[in-house]
């Protein structure tokens, strides 16, 4: 499909013409994961703080090979339990990376990774005052969104389902909720499983995606990237188009005017043979 300009993506001010954001964690090699990335189309890719010690030599080595290839590194705070944690590794990412633009994560938990609100929203509430970017991972909760957006979050990013799940999208109506109440851009954040679940999202109307195991551990991950990027833009062109209702019964797609019809003469009535009675 050809990028037009006209239906970008647009955060903070910030044009992209993909509406797709990759993780980096999780493939085979940095070679698989290049080649992915290209084929997904992104312009934007995810690194854990955490993951890549800043300064150390392996990080260096990762931040410049994504920096050389021309993506928009957006660091992220994955592994923080509390909002006090979250704030120092984004200004730990500032300052090393140079970029104001952070991935908000505070989770509960090791066995579900589903945010922790209240630690999320201290966090948020804090970076916002501190000049940053901020895309908080959160609840498919309507409520939470509009509280993050309230806070001066540049979007919101509600999971499809838990993290690395492959589940896809489990309640569509919140997340058709919390796209038409936002006046931010909604990314659905975590639980893609497949290309259908990516043109689902696009299809409620959301503005983006973020993944990451869904190609970083597929058979083929620069394939399954690639057939993503086309979800994507399959799935927002029939947003844009604009959907038939729904119905319950059938509604026949040819015009009834016109039909060729065929009527019969009713049987003949049985004449009574000799003997019977008429």
């Not at 037009?4 to 013409?17: K, Y």
């Not at 509430?125 to 895309?135: A, E, I, M, R, Y």
């Not at 540049?154 to 993290?163: Q, R």
């Not at 995606?209 to 058979?219: I, P, Y």
Request: glycine fraction near 8%; charge should be negative.
């Amino acid at each position: 499909m050809e990028k037009t300009g006209q239906d970008d993506l647009i955060l903070a001010g910030v044009a992209f013409r993909s509406r797709l954001i990759l993780g980096t964690a999780r493939y085979p090699s940095a070679d698989v994961m290049l080649r992915a990335l290209k084929a997904s189309g992104t312009e934007m890719v995810t690194v854990a703080v955490r993951r890549v010690k800043v300064g150390s030599e392996t990080g260096e080595d990762l931040y410049s090979l994504l920096r050389e290839a021309g993506y928009r590194i957006l660091p992220n705070t994955a592994g923080c339990y509390t909002a006090k944690e979250a704030v120092l590794t984004a200004e730990l990412a500032r300052e090393a990376l140079s970029t104001d633009w952070i991935k908000l994560e505070v989770i509960g938990d090791d066995e579900t990774l589903f945010p922790d609100v209240p630690e999320l929203l201290a966090a948020a509430s804090t970076l916002v005052k501190q000049g940053f970017v901020v895309l908080p991972y959160c609840n498919d909760d309507p409520i939470t969104c509009r509280k993050l957006e309230d806070l001066g979050c540049a979007a919101v990013m509600p999971l499809g389902a838990p993290i690395g799940s492959g589940m896809g999208i489990r309640n569509p109506y919140n997340i058709q909720i919390i796209r038409e109440r936002a006046k931010v851009p909604v990314i659905v954040d975590a639980g893609v499983g497949t290309a259908s679940d990516v043109a689902i999202a696009m299809e409620l109307g959301c503005d983006g995606v973020l993944l990451n195991t869904a190609v970083a551990r597929a058979r083929r991950p620069v394939l399954m990237a690639e057939a993503m990027r086309k979800a994507a833009e399959a799935g927002r062109a029939a947003f844009l188009a604009g959907r038939i209702p729904v119905k319950l019964y059938a509604e026949a797609s040819s015009p009834m005017e016109g039909r060729i019809s065929i009527h019969t003469a009713p049987p003949p009535a049985s004449v009574p043979q000799s003997g019977e009675q008429a």
